[in-house]
């Protein structure tokens, strides 16, 4: 990794959504460029994390156990290529590398940016001309690329509809459900037509009213997604992104396969994916 491209950021606001999922907010460096889709390395320096310095007793402790090297991981962009600010939403794995220290940060912490923005799960990747709807499936923290998606106004414009599925285990761990509703309203009126996008949440270990309860090959195999979706999922009119865990992509995309969809590779076929890990 290039250390000309590592800037300093400081977390700007964070908010929680359970004990182990989080977004949080960071300063954008102004030269800073990416398209809705693509994802970042975001580092930790355990040693510098204030919140050592916080943990009075623990602290000292703390730091000489902590290791004093950067650990960068992969992080999508949740914010749109036009804010000010950058968003991302976090997983916490209670004992990996990255995360066991970065369910610590703190409004003024200061986090690593490797400003080279990577990935092709970007609607860039599609040729025109474009098929009528848009099919974005996500588990878990895989929704973040699809929230800075819905930020841009070029894919309201680009889909006659815009069909967000996305599954988590509990009612509680479905994190943005009220940003979803705002987009919705917000960019929805922008094109005259707030139902353009369809969100279809689904809880798949718990009853939840409204939300869908098995897992995505299963919604698509029995018709239920269309159903709720109230649209035809078909080769010839749509492209579908799939992002998070990569036993959900790797499902997903091959009942997708069945259903006679194709891995999309220099610019054709519906299907592109991102696993998370
Ligand atoms: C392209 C790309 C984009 C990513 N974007 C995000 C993102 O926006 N938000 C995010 O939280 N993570 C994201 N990840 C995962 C992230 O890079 C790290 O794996 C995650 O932060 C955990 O790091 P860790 O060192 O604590 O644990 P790791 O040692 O990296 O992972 C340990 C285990 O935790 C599980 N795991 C890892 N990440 C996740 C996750 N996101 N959700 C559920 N289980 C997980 C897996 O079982 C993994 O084997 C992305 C990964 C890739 C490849
Ligand atoms: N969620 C927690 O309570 C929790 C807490 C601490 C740590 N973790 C760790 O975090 C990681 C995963 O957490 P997560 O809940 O964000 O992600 P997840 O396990 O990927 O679950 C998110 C959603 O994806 C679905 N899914 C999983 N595999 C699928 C497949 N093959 N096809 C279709 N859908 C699939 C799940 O359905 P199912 O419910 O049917 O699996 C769930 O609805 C694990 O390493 C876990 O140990 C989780």
């Known amino acids: 990794m290039s250390e000309d491209n590592i800037q300093t950021v400081k977390v700007l606001s964070k908010t929680t959504w359970t004990p182990s999922l989080f977004s949080f907010t960071v300063t954008r460096p102004e030269s800073f460029k990416f398209t809705a889709g693509q994802f970042v390395r975001l580092g930790v320096n355990p040693s510098k994390l204030q919140y050592y310095k916080q943990q009075g007793e623990a602290q000292s402790q703390a ?22 600010v950058l968003e991302f939403f ?3 794995i209670p004992d990996g590398a990255f995360t066991s220290q970065l369910q610590h940060l703190q409004v003024g912490d200061e986090l690593l940016l490797n400003t080279m923005p990577f990935g092709f799960l970007t609607l860039a990747r599609y040729q025109q001309p474009l098929p009528k709807d848009l099919w974005l499936l996500a588990t878990g923290t895989g929704l973040a690329p699809f929230l800075s998606m819905l930020q841009d106004l070029q894919t309201w414009q680009d889909y006659e509809h815009i069909v967000l599925a996305y599954s988590a285990r509990s009612q509680e761990e479905l994190a943005y459900v009220e940003q979803i509703k705002q987009l919705q ?17 689904i809880v798949t270990r718990e009853p939840m009213e409204g939300a869908l309860t098995e897992r995505l090959p299963q919604l698509l195999l029995n018709g239920e997604l269309e159903k709720r979706a109230g649209i035809k999922l078909d080769n010839d009119n749509a492209h579908v992104m799939l992002c998070g865990n990569p036993e959900m992509v790797e499902d997903t995309k091959e009942t997708l396969k069945e259903l006679g969809f194709v891995m999309n590779r220099r610019g054709e076929g519906n299907i592109a994916v991102e696993n998370y890990w």
Do not use: M
């Open 185 to 201: 309203a917000d960019f929805g009126s922008l094109v005259d037509n707030p139902a353009r996008l369809i969100f279809v949440p």
């Open 90 to 92: 976090s997983i916490v």
């Open 63 to 84: 730091t000489d156990a902590a290791p004093d090297e950067d650990i960068f991981r992969a992080y999508s962009i949740v914010s749109s290529p036009f804010d000010e």
